[in-house]
């Protein structure tokens, strides 16, 4: 357990916040540049600020405050200029370094005063990256986006997937150093949820959690796996310092304030052999519904799905002081440990964990990947077929996330080389 204090500091992520100092440390992803293609603003809550997230017409990106400076209207309904995002209102227009470099009234009937010059409007530094793109909050000298090494991997089709958590993003991150759910809640649970009794799934034997430059490392065994298994000798990754990284796909937890996440799922699809070259022209975005329509209940069919409910499960910011901790939460532990050692460091003025600030270092930064050699140097439509994990969704579908758009599906079964049935 967490005492109340402890809980707190560790949950709270507005301006000002310790918690919020430190996630400011990182570019967060906030949206994909494909959703630019048919909108040019998008509105953006992160880390307790109200945002607007442009693209002008010169194609410079630019996140800015949501309020207009002169009388407080929401640039979200603005509109982009050559350079730059006007104001609706009164017309004055600002560009991605926040500053004001039209004022249509005043410039022409009171140039004299240079009152542009005096306003300034809060900007963020955007950048795009693996089809997404990341924000960055934080103080100068600003660190580098990081390049995992699956943005520049070929041959693979990606799709880009939001969700809306109704929770506090540490609950969610929590998940991340979590091994032992996939038993239950994914295996288990889908098991009776498709009305089966069984058998119930192997069971875990073992766990082991070690620390690495960028995150956490989880290793499993269960019940017919050895020592010899990927995922006990490559293992998963916790990565620093919101997501959860699988091998074939990143999910970050992105804090949009105390009560609320945006869960961003990058999924890489690694196309099979037969259809190699394959080069993917968009890299699609959607966003998943999480509550069934009909029933108000959440949805449940999906491998996230079902952690979306566990999260918002445990309250919109879960009660650590009432927790119960056994030796599978060791992970969880140590993931604590760090982020309260981090606030420490960034209070002396140090960098916190896996910043990233040497452009040689960041050169498709590498990565614990259990399925290393099928995702990088490819199969055959057999041996994916044949493989465990990756092979399920040339048959059963985009296995995260419902809601997966017919367009996408297509997009990835002309990837694939298939059509499936529906
Ligand atoms: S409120 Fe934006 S220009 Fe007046
Ligand atoms: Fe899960």
Same mark, same amino acid.
């Given at each position: ?61 630019? &996140?800015? +405050? $949501?309020?207009? *400076?002169?009388?407080?209207?929401? @640039?979200?309904?603005? =509109?982009? %200029? ?110 009776? &949820?498709? +009305? $089966?009794?069984? *058998?119930?799934?192997?069971?875990? @034997?073992?766990?082991? =959690?070690? %620390? ?122 140590? @993931?604590?440990?760090? =982020? ?83």
């Amino acid at each position: 357990m967490l005492d109340q204090a402890n809980n707190q500091l560790l949950t709270q992520v507005g301006p000002g916040t310790p918690m919020g100092n430190l996630l400011r440390r990182y570019w967060m992803p906030v949206a994909a540049v494909s959703e630019f293609e048919g909108q040019s603003i998008k509105p953006v809550r992160l880390l307790g600020e109200d945002l607007t997230l442009y693209r002008d017409l010169g194609g410079t990106f630019g &996140l800015i +405050d $949501r309020h207009c *400076p002169h009388r407080r209207a929401d @640039l979200t309904y603005g =509109f982009v %200029e050559q350079c730059g995002l006007r104001c609706s209102y009164h017309g004055w227009l600002f560009d991605e370094h926040g500053r004001c470099t039209e004022q249509p009234y005043e410039d022409l009937c009171w140039p004299q005063a240079d009152f542009k010059d005096k306003i300034r409007i809060a900007s963020y530094p955007v950048e795009a990256k693996g089809g997404l793109l990341w924000a960055y909050l934080g103080p100068e000298p600003v660190p580098l986006v990081p390049d995992w090494e699956p943005f520049s991997w070929t041959n693979g089709f990606v799709q880009i997937v939001f969700a809306d958590v109704a929770c506090n993003w540490f609950q969610c991150q929590e998940n991340s150093i979590d091994p032992l759910h996939f038993e239950w809640m994914h295996m288990n649970w889908s098991l009776r &949820l498709e +009305d $089966r009794l069984g *058998p119930y799934s192997p069971r875990h @034997l073992k766990l082991a =959690f070690d %620390e690495f430059d960028y995150g956490f490392i989880y290793r499993r065994i269960r019940e017919g796996m050895s020592e010899e298994d990927l995922l006990w000798k490559v293992g998963r990754v916790c990565l620093w310092p919101n997501a959860l990284f699988t091998g074939d796909h990143f999910e970050w937890r992105v804090p949009v304030d105390d009560d609320h996440t945006l869960s961003v799922t990058w999924a890489f699809s690694r196309v099979p052999r037969e259809q190699e070259p394959y080069v993917q022209q968009r890299i699609p975005a959607w966003h998943g519904p999480v509550r069934d329509e009909q029933s108000g209940r959440w949805i449940s069919s999906h491998i996230m799905n079902q952690d979306f409910i566990a999260w918002v499960g445990q309250g919109t910011i879960a009660d650590r002081t009432q927790e119960h901790l056994g030796p599978s939460d060791r992970g969880i532990l140590m @993931l604590r440990k760090r =982020f309260l050692s981090d606030l420490e460091l960034i209070a002396r003025g140090e960098d916190p964990k896996a910043i990233i600030r040497d452009p040689e270092q960041n050169r498709s930064v590498r990565l614990p990947v259990a399925e290393r050699k099928i995702l990088t140097q490819g199969a055959t439509r057999q041996e994916l077929l044949r493989h465990p994990l990756l092979g399920k969704q040339l048959t059963n579908g985009f296995p995260f996330q419902a809601g997966q758009p017919d367009e996408v599906r297509r997009a990835y079964e002309d990837a694939m080389g298939i059509r499936r049935a529906r």
